[in-house]
């Protein structure tokens, strides 16, 4: 078992972790990146084939990863995007050492200790960027589900053709439920939707994408403050498709393609489902999030002055405008005798810290941040849900975040070299 000293480790090369290898290389400090997998791993292997991005390609905003060609209003699929991380990966040389299974993060001396499968690796400061969700969270009920049906989470799943024969069941409406049953749909499945009361946001209105309104209102913007409730840092995104140019995802219109949607599951026996009373509560609840985002945008065009188009009414996505729409209630469903032969879970990713052994974890074992820095010199965070703005978590925010970070990262290295010349 070998061990490698550096003066800065970063865990994690997906988006945040080479953003913040940019800056770390910009500012000539050692570094190295340990990656569980490859360059983007969680892009290549945790996403199904037609994944692709819901955000514009100009919240892309890497410096330098993007030229001329890419069109900043498309949508990259996941193997473009890859690609992108890749080759901006080797413009700067980013020193990542692939394949490196951090088991545990502690304290040596005057630095951390960090215990891998390959050995152990030592530095002078950390910075964690292995994002907000690292694996699938399956509801408990489904632990007493006992029939021949395949239950699978959404990095299990690939394409269609990937499944046996029959039905599918996909449990949770959020951004990756809602595309999965569409595309299942889409090739000939008989899909059921189990939904929540997950929001929808149109993917354009009034002229521009919902993410350049959310820029220009101030929403990427908001500090993690502005939350009522810390938990919601955690809440699903609202469903939204960026395939095909990008378009909006309605639970209306899958329904009318044909989609069977339910409530959400209450119980689980066997093979027999029981749901909720509340598909239609949910349909309300993304409905209503539709228009409040709608207000939003048209007040703020007012405020400022704005010429752009009118709202139109193919902007509403299948939504009755008297909101008069009732769907028979579904009570139970049995997977057998309906020939549902896969269950997809969709319900959300869940975090696991436990191996960093230092006390920066809250009561739910999220880290305590100050947009970042931990209460432990030279122990930091990148890529966070809300880690310091609503944008941190996402592809737009990470090289703010990460060029904050690096200068905090300096300034530590410039205090120690001080400390030991003095000490001299």
């Known amino acids: 078992m070998k061990s490698t ?20 290389t910009k500012a000539e400090i050692k570094h190295l990146i340990l990656e569980r997998g490859s360059i983007a791993n969680a892009w290549k292997n945790e996403r199904w084939d037609s994944f692709c991005l819901v955000t514009p ?54 630095g951390f200790k960090i215990i891998t499968d390959s050995g152990n690796f030592f530095a002078n400061q950390v910075i964690i960027a292995t994002a907000t969700y690292q694996r699938p969270k399956i509801p408990q009920v489904f632990s007493n589900l006992d029939c021949e049906c395949e239950l699978k989470t959404v990095i299990d799943y690939k394409n269609p053709d990937s499944l046996r024969e029959g039905g599918v069941l996909v449990v949770g409406s959020g951004q990756s439920g809602c595309q999965i049953a569409e595309e299942l749909n889409n090739a000939g499945c008989s899909t059921y939707l189990s939904i929540g009361h997950t929001g929808r946001l149109p993917r354009r209105y009034r002229g521009a994408d919902c993410i350049k309104w959310q820029l220009e209102m101030g929403w990427l913007d ?36 044909g989609v069977t949607l339910l409530g959400r599951i209450k119980s689980v026996d066997g093979s027999v489902l029981k749901f909720r009373k509340d598909v239609n509560s949910a349909i309300e609840a993304s409905d209503k999030y539709a228009k409040e985002f709608r207000r939003s945008v048209d007040e ?14 193919l902007e509403l996505n299948g939504e009755p405008e008297d909101g008069s729409l009732q769907l028979e209630i579904i009570e139970q469903l049995d997977l057998s005798s309906e020939n549902i ?14 191996w960093v052994k230092f006390p920066v974890l809250d009561e739910t ?60």
């Open 300 to 313: 703020f065009i007012e405020n400022s002055g704005q010429t752009v188009p009118s709202p139109t009414g």
């Open 341 to 354: 032969s896969t269950v997809i879970v969709a319900t959300g990713f869940e975090f696991d810290f436990s």
């Open 365 to 424: 074992g999220y880290p305590k941040t100050n947009r970042g820095m931990t209460i432990i010199p030279g122990l930091y965070f990148m890529g966070l849900n809300w880690m310091y703005k609503r944008k941190s978590g996402i592809i737009f925010g990470v090289a703010e975040d990460a060029e904050y970070i690096v200068e905090r990262v300096n300034t530590t290295k410039e205090q120690r070299i001080y400390s030991a010349v003095a000490e001299r």
């Open 5 to 24: 000293k550096t003066d800065v480790i970063v865990i994690g090369a997906g988006q945040a972790g080479l953003a913040t290898s940019y800056y770390l």
């Open 57 to 110: 390609n100009w919240t892309i905003n890497l410096p330098g990863a993007l030229d001329d060609t890419v069109d900043p209003e498309g949508f990259m699929n996941k193997n473009e995007f890859v690609k992108i991380l890749e080759n901006w990966a080797k413009s700067f040389q980013a020193p990542v050492v692939e394949g490196i299974c951090v088991n545990e993060l502690t304290k040596t001396g005057n």
């Open 222 to 257: 908001r500090c993690a403050d502005f939350l009522d409730d810390p938990k919601k840092r955690f809440s699903g995104d609202p469903h939204l498709s960026g395939k095909n140019g990008g378009y909006t995802l309605s639970l209306h219109e899958l329904r009318s393609s």
